[in-house]
């Protein structure tokens, strides 16, 4: 996958300048109306022409594309549960017990092996310098309610998967998260510290984001850059955020690319070492 910030990410949302008169830009999202790239796109868009980032408006075209530049992430959050009765504290316990037996502990998750869930918890795991990653257990199930469901009924040991997976179980009290995998505590599960917290430097988010042909020039680049930016600092992004079930998690530019090279590269990497890909 290529990575640069508003240049050349492979899935996402298209910012385009245009040439008529009637629109200062066309956001081009990989989707039909009403889904996650459509919202990118319209919400950002109107937000940028009301706080006068733009002097027209921003014209929504719904067709396949790519992605990448205001990055944020949804309700979805990464995180790492167990179940109430389990003898893991914090993550820092379930990271010791996997480096002194590897077999010792097995997660479930909602993706196949290979999958970002899976890949959540070997990311970590690097974190603390443990490579013999392909002794770590991980069974994929169908969905992340099978997944929780394996470890509240304690046929696995911990469960990776996304907040709005487990909030059901955990308001029940039947589940603990011990980490989420944010840049910032959630709002509402502000007891809950992140990995990054505890010494794993690790965020596993979902994001979306804009993205400009990649021949375009720097002076342009920046431009939209700075104006991306000015829709994050706005009050009306924030109120956005609030309203949709959004957590921040802000990259623009070069700080982006940079992020996203990283996360690039350790995917690989991971892959490679599984055995997914060659």
């Known amino acids: 996958m290529p990575a640069a910030f508003l240049r050349a990410l492979s899935a996402g949302a298209l910012l385009v300048a245009t040439a008529t008169t009637s629109f200062a830009a066309e956001c081009i999202a990989p989707a039909n109306p009403g889904g996650g790239w459509d919202f990118t796109c319209r919400q950002i868009g109107k937000i ?43 993550l820092g316990d379930m990271v010791e017990a996997i480096k002194a037996d590897p ?18 918890v070997l990311m970590i795991l690097q974190r603390a310098d443990f490579t013999d990653i392909t002794k770590v257990k991980y069974i994929g199930v169908d969905g992340g309610a099978d997944a929780i469901t394996q470890t509240v009924g304690g046929f696995t040991q911990a469960m990776t998967g996304d907040m709005s997976e487990v909030v059901g179980f955990l308001k029940a009290g039947d589940v603990r998260i011990l ?16 990995a990054k917290e505890q010494g794993f430097d690790v965020v596993a988010v979902n994001w979306r984001g804009l993205y400009v042909p990649k021949n375009v020039s720097d002076e342009t680049f920046d431009l939209w850059a700075d104006k991306l930016q000015q ?43 599984i055995g997914v890909i060659q």
Do not use: C
């Open 48 to 90: 940028m022409y009301d706080i006068g980032a733009v002097e027209k408006p921003v014209q929504v075209t719904n067709m396949a594309g790519g992605g990448g530049g205001l990055a944020y992430a949804h309700v979805v959050n990464g995180v790492i549960v167990v179940a109430q009765d389990s003898p893991f504290q914090t």
């Open 231 to 273: 829709v994050a600092d706005s009050d009306e992004w924030k109120a956005a955020m609030e309203a949709n079930g959004l957590a921040p998690f802000t990259k623009v530019g070069g700080d982006f690319q940079s992020y996203v090279d990283g996360v690039v590269a350790e995917i690989r990497d991971l892959s490679k070492e």
């Open 179 to 194: 980490a989420t995998l944010t840049e910032e505590r959630v709002p509402g599960f502000d007891d809950v510290p992140t």
């Open 103 to 120: 077999g010792s502990v097995a997660f479930a998750g909602g993706s196949a092996t290979g999958g970002f869930d899976h890949l959540k």
